[in-house]
């Protein structure tokens, strides 16, 4: 098994990291990105998820994972993107097991990983962003097994 150990390097401004440039596709396979998660290491947050572009994931301590259920609705949902469900998908660092699926409240499919949903943030505006992380109190970047990254910002 093939698992993609990227470094997230510190020192950036708070809340931001650079990633390292993403590895070019493995021969046979298309160029156009396709849909991703990646586990990588972070200086900063330990093991978190990136999407195939490079930008942290997201979960919330206000949904649930048993049953995955999405409390991010309405303008919530403008702020802090849902992960559309994609088949097929590509999985490394993460136990493919640990991937699920939920329907939204509007009909739509959105990726769980250990039942969590996963979003993406509008406040992180680059690769390797990580803004959102402890934001209201109840928004982390999310481990490649489902749990809220750390440290716990002040």
Same mark, same amino acid.
């Given at each position: 098994?093939?698992?993609?150990?990227?470094?997230?390097?510190?020192?950036?401004?708070?809340?931001?990291?650079?990633?390292?440039?993403?590895?070019?596709?493995?021969?046979?396979?298309?160029?156009?990105?396709?849909?991703?998660?990646?586990?990588?290491?972070?200086?900063? !947050?330990?093991?978190?998820?990136?999407?195939?572009? +490079? $930008?942290?994931?997201? =979960?919330?301590?206000? %949904?649930? @994972?048993?049953?995955?259920?999405?409390?991010?609705?309405?303008?919530?949902?403008?702020?802090?993107?849902?992960?559309?469900?994609?088949?097929?998908?590509?999985?490394?660092?993460?136990?493919?097991?640990?991937?699920?699926?939920?329907?939204?409240?509007?009909?739509?499919?959105? !990726?769980?990983?250990?039942?969590?949903?996963?979003? +993406? $943030?509008?406040?992180? =505006?680059?690769?390797? %962003?990580? @803004?959102?992380?402890?934001?209201?109190?109840?928004?982390?970047?999310?481990?490649?097994?489902?749990?809220?990254?750390?440290?716990?910002?002040?």
């Amino acid at each position: 098994m093939f698992v993609l150990v990227a470094t997230l390097l510190g020192g950036c401004s708070s809340g931001q990291a650079a990633v390292q440039p993403a590895l070019p596709p493995a021969p046979g396979r298309p160029s156009d990105l396709q849909a991703a998660l990646f586990g990588i290491s972070s200086d900063t !947050l330990g093991w978190i998820v990136i999407d195939a572009q +490079g $930008y942290v994931l997201y =979960r919330s301590e206000l %949904d649930g @994972n048993r049953p995955p259920r999405s409390a991010c609705t309405a303008s919530c949902a403008q702020q802090w993107l849902p992960v559309p469900a994609a088949d097929p998908i590509r999985v490394e660092g993460i136990d493919r097991q640990l991937i699920g699926t939920l329907t939204r409240p509007d009909g739509t499919r959105q !990726l769980t990983l250990a039942g969590w949903p996963l979003y +993406g $943030y509008t406040g992180d =505006r680059m690769p390797g %962003d990580a @803004n959102g992380h402890g934001q209201d109190g109840h928004w982390y970047a999310v481990t490649p097994i489902g749990t809220r990254a750390g440290p716990t910002p002040a």
